[in-house]
């Protein structure tokens, strides 16, 4: 079956634009993750959904950040006024559920100009 | 507060010598472990994990890991690497928190392998 599907792959954008970064988790997965990437930072959790509950966004770093799933599925991660310290890979991943490995997508490589 | 220490930012090794890429973990509750690969400019791909029951897990590409408790660590080894190996390796891992369950990762360690 299809993985995990990010679009775009490659998002070049100027300082203070808005950009929407899109994830399609795999078919049946509850759990959805976004997390950023940024060379010699590893992974930096960002905002955690699973099922209906209310999403844990304790790890978005400023107000300019936010994220929705619409009907449990695909999810938009939205930078608002970007920055040049918001160029990353963005990186998004699902699981089936609690307590179970989460499966990547190939990430929307963000560069702010 | 949940926390992943991967010692070593960058492991150089010869070709066929072995490595281990430490990783350490803080939690007051019980946990889930992971080790994820990152080839050259692809996605990050599940390594191996431990879930519960024996300690020791092994990958179909011959690295292991030991969940060792009392030591909170969850070290990754392989007997003799391949030039292919050359990644950048992640230790992750999953706890409950207020019913959640969130994927904390490491900073990650990059395995560099030469002939």
């Known amino acids: 079956g299809a993985g995990v599907s990010q679009s775009p792959s490659n998002k070049v954008t100027e300082k203070g634009k808005d950009v929407e970064l899109r994830c399609d988790p795999i078919s049946g997965h509850t759990a959805l993750y976004w997390y950023r990437q940024s060379l010699g930072q590893g992974l930096e959790f960002l905002i955690y959904f699973q099922g209906n509950s209310a999403p844990d966004k304790s790890g978005l770093p400023s107000d300019r950040f936010s994220a929705e799933r619409t009907g449990g599925s695909v999810s938009t991660l939205t930078i608002q006024r970007t920055q040049q310290e918001d160029s990353a890979v963005y990186l998004c991943?699902?699981?089936?559920?609690?307590?179970?490995?989460?499966?990547f997508g190939q990430g929307t490589r963000l560069t702010v100009v | 507060a949940q926390s992943v220490t991967q010692l070593d930012s960058q492991v150089p090794v010869f070709e066929e010598a072995p490595v281990e890429l430490r990783c350490n973990y803080s939690?007051?509750?019980?946990?889930?472990l992971f080790w994820y690969v990152q080839y050259p400019n692809q996605g990050l791909q599940l390594l191996l994990k431990?879930?519960?029951?024996?300690?020791l897990v092994e990958s179909i590409n011959g690295f292991e890991a030991e969940f060792n408790k009392s030591q909170t660590s969850f070290h990754l080894r392989k007997p003799s690497v391949h030039i292919s190996d050359t990644a950048e390796y992640f230790c992750?891992?999953?706890?409950?928190?207020?019913?959640?369950?969130?994927?904390?990762f490491g900073k990650g360690t990059m395995l560099l392998v030469s002939p």
């Open positions: 992750a891992v999953s706890h409950m928190n207020s019913g959640y369950s969130t994927l904390t």
């Open positions: 991943a699902s699981s089936p559920g609690v307590w179970t490995e989460a499966f």
């Open positions: 939690s007051s509750v019980s946990v889930y």
């Open positions: 431990y879930l519960s029951g024996s300690t």
